[in-house]
């Protein structure tokens, strides 16, 4: 069992920025990829950046490249995405997971096996 409880949402202006945590606990070791997704009001949740268990190998969408990093530290059980150049179109509830079968990110949702109940980042224009 791998708990995840996301932080670091808000609302911030076009052009700011936000640091998302996820903090993972419940399980020992991190030999698992994570990844952030995001789901906006009545659209699919989708892949934005995801990262492998050991941080040497990681990946974000286009629509985010250049803009946000994603990033873990395993001896805090942490992963992050710095978001920066926010964009009102990154309006989106913003969720942390975890794939115990993978030990590189993977794009699909279907793939991960534990989630965080979400951050919501609102950006203003």
Not at 26 to 55: C, H, I
Not at 98 to 115: C, F, H, I, N, Q
């Amino acid at each position: 069992q791998v708990q995840l409880v996301e932080s670091g949402g808000g609302l911030v202006q076009a052009g700011g920025s936000l640091r998302l945590s996820c903090v993972a606990s419940g399980r020992a070791g991190s030999n698992y990829a994570m990844g952030w997704f995001r789901q906006a009001p009545g659209k699919e949740r989708d892949f934005v950046a995801g990262v492998s268990w050991t941080g040497g190998n990681t990946y974000s969408t286009d629509s985010v490249k250049g803009r946000f990093l994603v990033f873990r530290d395993n001896a805090k059980n942490t992963m992050y995405l710095q978001m920066n150049d926010l964009k009102p179109e990154d309006t989106a509830k913003y969720y942390c997971a975890a794939s115990l079968t993978y030990r590189d990110y993977v794009p699909e949702g279907s793939k991960y096996d534990y989630w965080g109940q979400g951050t919501q980042v609102t950006v203003s224009s």
